[in-house]
């Protein structure tokens, strides 16, 4: 790393280590910001857009059919910046049969473990701040079993790491993160930060926090992928969104050179200004993105029912359309279980959606046979305008 890329002081110092390399430690939070047009602007327009789709969280009678299947969506894009290729359909599919059909299972098995860090990480919310404690907590399940278990799963560094070109030495290293002594007084730092009554908007400490999470850089592995969980988790710890529904790696990963260049600006320059108009532009695409989502799966959801709705049909019929909302892709045994029914009731209700085209069988298989609903896979799946890469 070379201190002369880091001119300006405001947002940390540079350091020479006895080992002889430079190093990054960032100052507590809050840093003084400029408050310039442009960043107000974007702050009024982003708390608007975020107050519109906590509306739809608080007032949708089927919104918490959709939880699951967004959270899902986030874990494939946090993963893919990371460099797994497994989509959506995959892990769906993972998820009903415990064994990809498809390739890639490393992939898909990564995706799962965020899924499965984002999911614990919302229940311990109910009784427990977010904290160095829970960071741990959520990496470990991260990490279990995947690429990266062998880096201390769990566990905060206890040696330096550094970011660079692939396969680059620490001397090549675009920023090497604080050493370990001084890590951790910047996690100190970061948790005081989280738990002191605030002095700024919220969105503002959380575009805040999420730089300082990446430049502390606290564990060997997982630092991109946790701190993106983070931003879910904080959105809903601070009650700016009732359900997690906002995610914004979808437009990190779109922008994902950007991304890092801004991340690494505030660094080199103390230019909190860019970074933070381009973190809350995502909250705003980002919302836009999902009402969008949301409003045609609610569209769908009502042609589902009135295209089934008649006097034969049976009621258990409905819910298990309800369910196709929660998992696009399914199994007999998971209809069963899910709606309390014997297994060919079960089997028979998914035949009659298999005839009204609202299901495709996916296997060709006599049994274990696997289902998918492809028109809601689709709104979940294909790429907004913003997706795409810039």
């Not at 790393?1 to 940390?12: K, L, V």
């Not at 200004?273 to 993105?289: I, K, P």
């Not at 899910?338 to 296997?363: K, P």
């Not at 289902?371 to 907004?384: C, F, G, N, V």
């Amino acid at each position: 790393m070379n201190p002369e890329d880091f001119r300006e002081t405001s947002a940390g110092r540079v350091l020479r280590t006895p080992a002889g390399y430079w190093a990054f430690v960032p100052h507590p939070l809050p840093p003084a910001l400029h408050w310039s047009d442009a960043l107000i602007t974007a702050l009024a327009e982003a708390e608007r857009t975020l107050g519109e789709l906590a509306g739809l969280g608080y007032f949708l009678p089927n919104l918490h059919l959709l939880i699951r299947p967004f959270i899902r969506r986030e874990a494939v894009f946090s993963s893919r910046i990371e460099g797994t290729r497994a989509s959506l359909s995959d892990l769906l599919t993972y998820e009903s049969v415990q064994l990809s059909l498809f390739e890639l299972p490393d992939d898909v098995r990564e995706v799962h473990n965020y899924v499965r860090a984002l999911e614990y990480g919302l229940e311990r919310l109910a009784e427990l701040p977010l904290s160095l404690r829970l960071m741990r907590e959520i990496h470990a399940i991260l990490l279990e079993g995947v690429r990266g278990q062998e880096q201390t799963p769990g566990e905060f560094r206890r040696s330096q790491n550094w970011i660079g070109p692939p396969g680059a030495a620490l001397p090549e290293a675009t920023f090497v993160p604080p050493p370990v002594a001084e890590m951790g007084e910047a996690l100190d730092a970061l948790e005081k930060f989280l738990h002191d009554p605030p002095q700024l908007p919220p969105l503002i400490r959380l575009g805040l926090f999420h730089y300082q999470f990446e430049a502390i850089h606290p564990f060997l592995d997982g630092n991109g992928r946790i701190g993106r969980l983070l931003n879910t988790l904080l959105l809903c710890a601070w009650g700016l969104l009732p359900t997690p529904l906002l995610y914004l790696s979808p437009y990190f990963e779109a922008r994902r050179q950007q991304y890092y260049d801004l991340l690494l600006q505030v660094s080199q320059r103390g230019d909190w200004e860019a970074w933070l108009t381009f973190f809350l532009r995502g909250v705003v695409t980002q919302e836009r993105d999902a009402v969008q989502r949301i409003r045609s799966l609610e569209r769908l959801h009502a042609r589902y029912r009135e295209q089934l709705q008649s006097a034969s049909t049976a009621a258990r019929l409905l819910q298990v359309v309800d369910l196709l909302f929660e998992r696009p892709v399914l199994q007999t045994r998971q209809v069963e279980t899910a709606l309390g029914i014997n297994f060919s009731t079960a089997q028979r209700y998914l035949d009659r959606l298999l005839q009204e085209g609202i299901l495709n069988e996916i296997t060709g298989r006599a049994r274990n046979r696997l289902y998918r609903a492809d028109e809601i896979l689709k709104i979940l799946d294909q790429p907004s305008p913003q997706d795409l890469p810039q």
